[in-house]
């Protein structure tokens, strides 16, 4: 039975464990937290435009069993802002600078969202020091939403209300709620840093890159093997916009098909935040990974 998170952690440490920096190619710093000992090394990519303090139900528990790491990419929580275009390559790159300096591996990489191609591309790039990728609700190019007219429409309304939400405070008002079910401490770095207007630059940043990113990795496929890849997909339907998450949950099923050892898991109460709403499938599918 996977323990509650709140049975874990001392009172004078962080729920993440000990920070520390790395430093990227050109000096930038990257922060970066670690918990626990022992292989595999668990490395968790966020979504986009947001910090490590998304994983406050998932790392702590595995840290309980072997060594988890939580990062910020660059423009979020206390790593150093990037002046170039957050490409794929560009943060696949971040997190190889990353990966390099806890070691050999081996690793099993866990992204969200957009988080999920970063760690694709990187699993791909060195898949000798990779055990295993876990995809919680990751942003699937074979979802044909993505590249429809209404999708730039969205991408240009968040332009353009992103950062007035930010300035007003509604963007930390409406969207840390869901993030304040993890350890006080988490939720309190989560709120801080997640809902500024840093974070909703950093963001858009990000966002500008999206669509043509997606496009080359549906254009120009690749595998990755026969490394063992979970699918988790969020497959609770919303009040609205049924067929937008009922699209991304058949990409879901169609990216999980193609992979030699994939594996198609759903997240029957959850929708986009599966690390919120159901942490236990994510920890359950790293540890089967760990003990196949």
Request: charged share 25%; glycine share 10%; with cysteine.
């Given at each position: 039975?996977?323990?509650?998170?709140?049975?874990?952690?001392?009172?004078?440490?962080?729920?993440?464990?000990?920070?520390?920096?790395?430093?990227?190619?050109?000096?930038?710093?990257?922060?970066?937290?670690v918990r626990g000992?022992?292989?595999?090394?668990?490395?968790?990519?966020?979504?986009?435009?947001?910090?490590?303090?998304?994983?406050?139900?998932?790392?702590?528990?595995?840290?309980?069993?072997?060594?988890?790491?939580?990062?910020?990419?660059?423009?979020?929580?206390?790593?150093?802002?990037?002046?170039?275009?957050?490409?794929?390559?560009?943060?696949?790159?971040?997190?190889?600078?990353?990966?390099?300096?806890?070691?050999?591996?081996?690793?099993?990489?866990?992204?969200?969202?957009?988080?999920?191609?970063?760690?694709?591309?990187?699993?791909?790039?060195?898949?000798?020091r990779v055990q295993?990728?876990?995809?919680?609700?990751?942003?699937?190019?074979?979802?044909?939403?993505?590249?429809?007219?209404?999708?730039?429409?969205?991408?240009?309304?968040?332009?353009?209300?992103?950062?007035?939400?930010?300035?007003?405070?509604?963007?930390?008002?409406?969207?840390?709620?869901?993030?304040?079910?993890?350890?006080?401490?988490?939720?309190?770095?989560?709120?801080?840093?997640?809902?500024?207007?840093?974070?909703?630059?950093?963001?858009?940043?990000?966002?500008?890159?999206?669509?043509?990113?997606?496009?080359?990795?549906?254009?120009?496929?690749?595998?990755?093997?026969?490394?063992?890849?979970?699918?988790?997909?969020?497959?609770?339907?919303?009040?609205?916009?049924?067929?937008?998450?009922?699209?991304?949950?058949?990409?879901?099923?169609?990216?999980?098909?193609?992979?030699?050892?994939?594996?198609?898991?759903?997240?029957?109460?959850?929708?986009?935040?599966?690390?919120?709403?159901?942490?236990?499938?994510?920890?359950?599918?790293?540890?089967?990974?760990?003990?196949?």
């Amino acid at each position: 039975m996977i323990e509650s998170v709140a049975q874990h952690g001392r009172s004078d440490e962080h729920s993440f464990g000990a920070s520390a920096f790395v430093a990227a190619d050109d000096g930038r710093r990257l922060h970066y937290m670690v918990r626990g000992a022992g292989e595999p090394t668990v490395v968790f990519e966020s979504g986009m435009g947001f910090s490590r303090s998304t994983w406050g139900l998932v790392q702590p528990v595995i840290g309980e069993r072997m060594r988890a790491v939580v990062y910020d990419r660059a423009g979020t929580g206390r790593s150093d802002d990037d002046p170039r275009p957050r490409t794929l390559e560009r943060m696949v790159s971040d997190l190889d600078v990353l990966l390099r300096e806890l070691g050999k591996g081996p690793f099993i990489l866990v992204g969200h969202s957009w988080g999920g191609p970063i760690v694709r591309v990187a699993a791909a790039a060195n898949p000798a020091r990779v055990q295993g990728v876990v995809l919680v609700d990751q942003s699937d190019e074979n979802c044909e939403l993505y590249f429809a007219p209404s999708a730039e429409k969205r991408y240009a309304s968040t332009r353009v209300l992103m950062p007035v939400l930010a300035r007003s405070g509604l963007y930390r008002l409406l969207g840390s709620r869901a993030g304040a079910a993890q350890p006080a401490d988490i939720a309190a770095d989560h709120r801080g840093e997640d809902f500024t207007v840093r974070a909703a630059r950093t963001l858009l940043a990000e966002q500008d890159q999206f669509g043509a990113e997606l496009r080359r990795l549906r254009d120009q496929p690749f595998g990755l093997g026969a490394l063992d890849i979970s699918v988790i997909s969020g497959t609770k339907m919303p009040r609205l916009d049924k067929s937008a998450r009922a699209a991304l949950i058949a990409a879901h099923r169609h990216t999980a098909a193609t992979f030699r050892n994939g594996r198609f898991v759903e997240a029957t109460r959850s929708g986009h935040f599966v690390m919120f709403t159901e942490p236990e499938l994510i920890v359950e599918e790293i540890l089967r990974m760990v003990s196949p």
